[in-house]
C-alpha cells in the first residue's frame, strides 16, 4: 500500500519536520503490527535522507500533524513541551448523533495495555486523569437508515486533548455516546457499515488538523496545519457551510 509513497512534508527546518500522517500508517515499528514493513519514521528518514526522533505519535488510523526532531537535543527539548502540556493539539472528528455544543470532558481512563507489546508491564495501573475540551462546528442528517432510525445525524467536532492518554479522544467520545464515525475498536459498527456501503468510508473520522508549539530554540510560536485527505473532503461537504471548515479557521 504504501511502496513508493512520499509523505506530505508540513514545516521544515534544521531542527524539526512535521509531516500528514495518512490514515493507516504506523508512526514506528510496533509488535502490535509486527509484519508491518511501511512506517512514518522510517520512511520520512529515507526521504529526507536524515533520522528522525519521533516526539509524539498518532494513532495507526488517524490522520494528521505528526512531528519528528532532526536530533536528539531537540528531541528532549520538544518531549518536555508535551509533557508540561504547553503543546495545542487540535483535531477534527465527524460522531454520532448531535453532540452538545462545547463541552469539557473530565473522565480518567484505565491504562490500555497491549497482549503483545505490553505482556510483562504492570496490569494494576490506576486510572489516568483524562480531560478533552470540545466544540461541535456543525450537523447533518443523512438519508440513509441505520437500526431502528430511518436518518442518521452526525456532528462534526473539533477535539483538543489537555492530556494524552492512550485512545484519549476516541473513547472520550465513547464515553458520551457519541462514537468516532469509522472507529472498529470504540465506534458502533452499524455506523461503519452504513458509511462504507453508501460513502466509500474506509477510514477512521478523526484527524490532527493543528499542532502549535514552541519553537524550542527560538521560543517564537510555531503552528503547523495539515490538510485533509479526499475521504474528508467527501464528507465536509454534506455539512452546511462546510466552506468555514477550512484550515484558516483553526
Keep these: 500500500m504504501w511502496q513508493d509513497y512520499e509523505l506530505e512534508i508540513l514545516y521544515q527546518d534544521k531542527y524539526l519536520v512535521a509531516v500528514n500522517k495518512p490514515s493507516g500508517m504506523l508512526v514506528h515499528k510496533s509488535l502490535i503490527d509486527a509484519k508491518e514493513i511501511y512506517f512514518a519514521m522510517k520512511m520520512l528518514s529515507e526521504q529526507i535522507g536524515q533520522w528522525v526522533y519521533p516526539i509524539h505519535r498518532l494513532d495507526k488510523p488517524t490522520s494528521g500533524v505528526l512531528l519528528f526532531a532532526l536530533d536528539k537535543e531537540t528531541a528532549a527539548r520538544m518531549g518536555e513541551q508535551f509533557s508540561q502540556h504547553t503543546i495545542e493539539k487540535k483535531y477534527i472528528a465527524i460522531v454520532r ?30 486510572a489516568q486523569d483524562a480531560q478533552t475540551h470540545y466544540k461541535r462546528l456543525s450537523t447533518v442528517e443523512l438519508a440513509q437508515a441505520v437500526g431502528r432510525y430511518e436518518k442518521t445525524r452526525y456532528s462534526l ?5 489537555r492530556t494524552g492518554r492512550k485512545h484519549q479522544l476516541r473513547r472520550h467520545m465513547k464515553h458520551l455516546s457519541h462514537h468516532i464515525l469509522g472507529d472498529t475498536k470504540y465506534g458502533r459498527g452499524e ?42 473532503e467527501n464528507f465536509l461537504v454534506l455539512f452546511p457551510a462546510s466552506a468555514s471548515f477550512d484550515l484558516v479557521d483553526t
Excluded at 467536532?157 to 486533548?161: A, F, Y
Excluded at 488538523?209 to 510560536?221: A, G, M, Q, R
Design 97 to 126: 448523533g448531535y453532540i452538545e455544543e462545547v463541552g469539557f470532558i473530565d473522565y480518567a481512563l484505565s491504562v490500555k495495555l497491549d497482549k503483545i507489546a505490553d505482556k510483562n508491564a504492570n496490569k494494576d495501573k490506576v
Design 157 to 161: 467536532v473539533e477535539l483538543s486533548p
Design 191 to 232: 455506523h461503519n457499515t452504513m458509511v462504507r456501503k453508501y460513502y466509500n468510508c474506509h477510514r477512521l473520522m478523526l484527524h490532527a488538523i493543528s499542532l502549535e508549539f514552541k519553537h524550542p530554540y527560538t521560543d517564537s510560536k510555531t503552528k503547523v496545519k495539515a490538510p485533509y485527505d479526499i475521504t474528508w
